[in-house]
């Protein structure tokens, strides 16, 4: 098992910058694909970005290609997504995954999930 905490969300203007962390601890963390997908009110899990065991790989979804970017640390089990920026349409909350490999990170395929954390950008 792999226990997830989502931390750095808040609440900032339109433009600017947030560095979202996620620490993992129990099982090995290196070895596991690490992920980070958002929530909108009234909207289905989003897929955003993925990374691989060893940070050599990483995927983003079209929406966030160029602003955001994920990035991993095994010596200190954590992973972070800084994001760049910012719009209103990226209010949302975010939750850090993982799952065996990167060919199933996806929101029926990961199998660790953080308790998210609200981000909320106003124009």
């Known amino acids: 098992q792999v226990q997830l905490v989502e931390s750095g969300g808040g609440l900032v203007q339109a433009g600017a910058s947030l560095r979202l962390s996620c620490v993992a601890s129990g099982r090995t963390f290196s070895g596991v694909a690490m992920g980070w997908f958002r929530q909108a009110p009234g909207k289905e899990r989003q897929f955003l970005a993925t990374?691989?065991?060893?940070?050599?790989?990483?995927w983003y979804a079209d929406s966030v290609k160029g602003r955001f970017t994920i990035s991993r640390d095994n010596a200190k089990n954590t992973m972070y997504l800084q994001m760049n920026s910012l719009k209103p349409e990226d209010t949302a909350v975010y939750y850090c995954?993982?799952?065996?490999?990167?060919?199933?990170?996806?929101?029926?395929?990961?199998?660790?999930w953080g308790q998210g954390t609200q981000v909320t950008v106003s124009s």
């Open positions: 990374i691989t065991w060893n940070g050599g790989i990483t």
């Open positions: 995954a993982g799952a065996r490999t990167v060919a199933t990170m996806s929101v029926k395929g990961s199998d660790y």
